[in-house]
């Protein structure tokens, strides 16, 4: 996906096709894209609320472009147009304690209202707090609704982290690994989950959402050391 695809999505402002986009954020779109795609947002006059949400992203989570000042401003005008990707986003600014003061009872809030709004990757986020007790009480149930929903819009970390659990609940693997596509995509799953079999160990993942993370990574201590005095 070049510069060019990426700014027609942005313009197009469909809401399933930006979460996509994100999705690819992460996997495989190049610092140079990234680049490019900052430098034609950042000089365009009436942005709609993917390009306004896009570019607060850049400036969240691009190391040549960091200014979480900025990236808060261009969420506020995203949420202010009603994209349900910024709920997400300032979900995450309120896990990181940037720009405003960490604070995981309000990064739940905006997850839900992304989620209620249909936003794959906060119905993800809660699931994960979820299926892990981070800063809720946990519970699998839940857990397992969320990730259902966010996998049905073709999140493979939900699929993923569904076909988890449910191996854990019915030692059956039989959802999502069907779908040749998600096996392309995941291939280490199968080998994850034959060793949480064999090892009878709990996989427990957590993204990290700092700028410049990579990948997974067992929950942080504050976000364990916060469950007592943030559950609900």
């Not at 959802?175 to 080998?191: A, S, T």
Request: proline share 0%; with cysteine.
């Amino acid at each position: 996906m070049n510069t060019d695809k990426i700014i027609e999505i942005l313009s197009d402002n469909n809401i399933k096709e930006i979460d996509k986009l994100y999705q690819f954020f992460y996997k495989s779109w190049s610092r140079d894209d990234k680049t490019r795609t900052f430098d034609i947002l950042s000089q365009k006059d009436n942005l709609n609320s993917s390009e306004n949400w896009m570019l607060g992203w850049l400036y969240f989570n691009h190391v040549e472009t960091l200014n979480v000042d900025k990236a808060l401003y261009y969420f506020n005008l995203s949420a202010n147009q009603c994209n349900t990707m910024v709920l997400y986003s300032l979900g995450i600014l309120h896990i990181n304690g940037l720009v405003v003061d960490r604070d995981y009872v309000k990064a739940k809030e905006y997850f839900e209202l992304g989620a209620d709004q249909g936003n794959s990757q906060a119905q993800n986020a809660l699931g994960r707090w979820y299926s892990t007790g981070t800063c809720v009480n946990q519970n699998k149930q839940k857990a397992k609704e969320y990730y259902t929903l966010s996998a049905d819009q073709g999140n493979s970390e939900a699929m993923q982290s569904l076909e988890i659990l449910l191996f854990e609940e019915t030692g059956i693997v039989n959802i999502y690994l069907e779908n040749e596509k998600f096996k392309r995509e995941n291939k280490n799953l199968k080998k994850q989950i034959e060793n949480l079999q064999t090892e009878n160990k709990e996989l427990i993942l957590e993204i990290d959402y700092r700028p410049g993370g990579k990948g997974y990574y067992y929950a942080e201590e504050d976000f364990n050391q916060s469950r007592d005095k943030q559950k609900n």
